[in-house]
């Protein structure tokens, strides 16, 4: 019987850290320019946490199933699967942005149970598991802001748009206090403690969402797609996350087609 | 006689410092949802570093004139004129994202002499001042990359572009290797460091820019406006920053009109 807090957790923290080590070794050196020529940006860095972390998946759980933005999917024979991404923010990485992190995700069946938000330079780590977010340990609180006019609003970049996309979202930002782009995962840290309200995104991956699920959730915020069903391995890559459940509804009706 | 090392670039750092502790103190703090109702982000926190600096300048150096973001302009007595943004990159510094900066320009006469782009979160300064920009003391140098489809491009936001300039940055954007937004004078240092190739705005003011110019060019880079025109207190707003004069010439080619 494995346990969330006394098991899973410091495993974790353990891929974390091991993920950052590899990440800062090979953040703003000249390694990084090689990389920027081959078609996807730091393709090799992301190979080879990727690996390192699917490595001590299969040493210390055995039975679990693994999801990678990198590598083939690992089956598992149990409940319990791992959703990674190495380097999310690869653009990012490659400009020397200090926002890109690693985000791990264990889902229990199809629920995600754990999420991690590592931001490796900035030393700056989210961890949302039953009932509580933290960020380097100290308990956060989403924003108590209800009101769409006073909230700021989040994504990576208008290019991950598509036409069908791009006036809803045009749409949900005309009613906020301002939209920001670039933060990538970065935004939902900052979401779930408190300094933004918003964060919509499109051309999501489930490694690119599902850690977020806990960590925006377990600090009292809510994340859905755009029309408001909970994220799966198989969601349209839509997300929203917001506050809380009153500017989740108000953004939600902005967004919906 | 001022000396510019001797004199001017231990004052700018003094300036920063202080700068940078007021900023410090209210990032990320409840402060600032208040400010977040104004009707612009941290304007309070602004003046306040704004008054300092000012206050600073006249004490030391009475006869330079002063221009800034915040407050009236103070007419100078001789060839010196601080220009300053105390927090470049607001909404990023409401919703807690740390690549906001102070910048600090000291022209003479009309020419940018010393630029100081500090971001206090990241304990990271650039300083460019006769022939060499330093990142916290270590010499800098921008990219070798000379063509468009292996440089990286930067802007703030796409909003920052109005309808005559977006064609033109989407058509500069169409030749990279890929176009990154989010990173306010961050991106002007990443320049210089050689993690981009290139940064394209518009919508800028002098305070946004002035500061910028002698980081870029003392690490090897080129800064004008869109149409190759050196930066001045009148220019139009828009600035093209380049690592170097072979990139700038084709950025040019794209972005004029």
């Known amino acids: 019987m494995i346990d969330l ?3 899973i957790l410091p495993f974790a923290t353990e891929l974390a850290d091991a993920a950052g080590e590899v990440a800062l070794r090979a953040f703003r050196k000249p390694l990084n320019v ?5 078609s996807s940006p730091v393709t090799a860095i992301d190979r080879e ?3 390192l972390a699917r490595e001590r998946i299969a040493a210390r759980f055995p039975g ?10 690992t089956a598992g024979e149990g409940a319990y699967t791992w959703v990674l991404d190495p380097i999310d923010g690869t653009k990012g990485f490659v400009t020397g942005r200090p926002l890109f992190g690693t985000l791990i995700a264990l889902l229990e069946h199809s629920r995600p149970v754990l999420g991690v938000i590592d931001i ?3 030393a700056e780590r989210w961890v949302g598991l039953s009932g509580t977010t933290t960020l380097n340990a100290a308990v956060c609180a989403t924003s108590a802001v209800t009101a769409l006019a006073e909230a700021t609003l989040y994504a990576s970049s208008p290019d ?6 791009s006036p809803r979202f045009d749409r949900l ?5 301002f939209r920001c782009f670039g933060a990538d995962c970065y935004a939902y840290g900052l979401l779930a403690s408190g300094h933004t309200e918003l964060v919509a995104e499109a051309d999501m991956q489930p490694y690119d969402y599902m850690a977020l699920v806990p960590v925006v959730e377990n ?14 391995m198989a969601s349209d890559g839509t997300v929203l996350a917001a506050a809380n459940p009153t500017l989740h509804r108000l953004a939600l009706a902005c967004l919906r087609d």
């Open 219 to 232: 600090a009292g915020g809510v994340i859905t797609d755009w029309n408001g069903a909970a994220l799966t």
């Open 160 to 165: 991950m748009f598509s036409s069908a996309h």
């Open 173 to 177: 930002s005309a009613q906020t206090r």
């Open 64 to 73: 679990h199933g693994v999801r990678g933005e990198e590598l083939p999917d």
């Open 34 to 38: 090689e990389h920027k020529r081959d």
């Open 49 to 51: 946490i990727e690996q």
């Open 5 to 7: 807090h006394d098991d």
């Open 120 to 122: 490796p330079v900035l």
